[in-house]
């Protein structure tokens, strides 16, 4: 299992990153995303026999949030309102600013987060194309149900067919309820403030936005429990996988991007000026420095330092054995 802290999120990016390629390339993930949604449709009876079955699931488990949360949501317009325009806005606000925030003051973070989105949210896009699924709103009523989106969107810039603006309804899946991205992106921001936001107010807000989040989209009749359960399942996975992305981008990037091709040192001597050879290319550089009749190998930076050393008549013949490798004769 790899070490993904968001973690993953510790490695320093190996090219710098910049805003006039992570805007088009976050941009276009969000096309695919939403293209996807729309391709997925998938045919409605299907839908509502998934949605069906995830009701008697929860029937068998016991769970049943989704009711008692409705009836509250339709009952008292001061939770059902504000709850709706939360569903209908904030993910396409906080999650950005997030990422700019990230982008902006904690870079070293920033390309492993983005990737572990961007992986969770085409995650879901396989989810929404092999399961469509009928959200409990567009059950039948005698499902008890009721879809506060549309009781309330007189008070919204949204219309009754959706959280899509008024007549643009049409134009998006709503069979695409399993999982709940909702939720899941609501987890990645949590994760997020709580691993670097540093005060207790985002340790507060990193808990409260995905738990409010999550009694949002079965209040409003938009997701049941096992879709938000599902969109969280969702982020995990896209965690795990997070680093296994980014390894093959950096290969994809180091075989086909700019530069891929190293160009080689040129090999063998280098003139640096009279006197003085370096040679390129080897584990080591030597050089030989001739001044003044007096010859150093490489270390001795003193002249003369080789007959402090040696007796007179008992010096080492000057030769290129005794320079070192690759030094020239000594002057005569």
Not at 75 to 93: C, K, M, N, Q, T
Request: charged share 15%.
């Amino acid at each position: 299992m790899p070490h993904a802290d968001i973690a993953g999120v510790e490695a320093t990016p190996r090219t710098r990153l910049r805003w006039w390629t992570e805007l088009p390339l976050i941009l276009l993930v969000y096309a695919c995303y939403s293209a996807g949604r729309l391709l997925a449709r998938g045919d409605v009876s299907t839908a509502v026999d998934h949605g069906l079955a995830i009701l008697d699931i929860e029937k068998a488990l016991y769970l049943n949030a989704e009711h008692p949360l409705n009836r509250l949501f339709t009952r008292e317009p001061w939770i059902g309102v504000p709850a709706d325009f939360w569903y209908a806005s904030l993910h396409y606000l906080i999650t950005p600013v997030l990422l700019v925030w990230l982008f902006r003051s904690r870079t070293v973070h920033y390309r492993a987060a983005r990737t572990w989105l961007m992986t969770s949210t085409f995650i879901g896009l396989i989810g929404f194309t092999l399961l469509p699924t009928c959200p409990p709103r567009l059950l039948a009523d005698g499902h008890g149900f009721v879809d506060t989106m549309a009781q309330y969107s007189s008070y919204g810039w949204w219309g009754g067919e959706a959280s899509a603006p008024k007549g643009l309804g049409g134009m998006t899946n709503q069979y695409a309820a399993m999982p709940s991205l909702h939720v899941g992106w609501a987890l990645w921001c949590g994760v997020i403030l709580w691993r670097f936001g540093g005060t207790r107010l985002t340790k507060v807000a990193a808990v409260a936005y995905p738990l409010i989040t999550t009694l949002v989209v079965m209040g409003t009749a938009n997701h049941y429990f096992l879709d938000a359960a599902a969109g969280a399942a969702v982020m995990g996975a896209g965690l795990l996988l997070a680093p296994y992305v980014m390894r093959i981008m950096d290969r994809a990037r180091a075989r086909f991007g700019p530069g891929a091709t190293p160009v080689a040192a040129p090999a063998g001597p280098v003139s640096r000026g009279a006197g003085a050879t370096v040679t390129v290319g080897s584990a080591a550089t030597s050089s030989s420095i001739v001044s003044g009749g007096c010859q150093t190998s490489a270390g001795e930076r003193i002249p003369r330092q080789r007959e402090s050393r040696f007796a007179s008549g008992a010096e080492p013949s000057a030769s290129p054995q005794d320079a070192g490798d690759g030094a020239p004769a000594p002057a005569r």
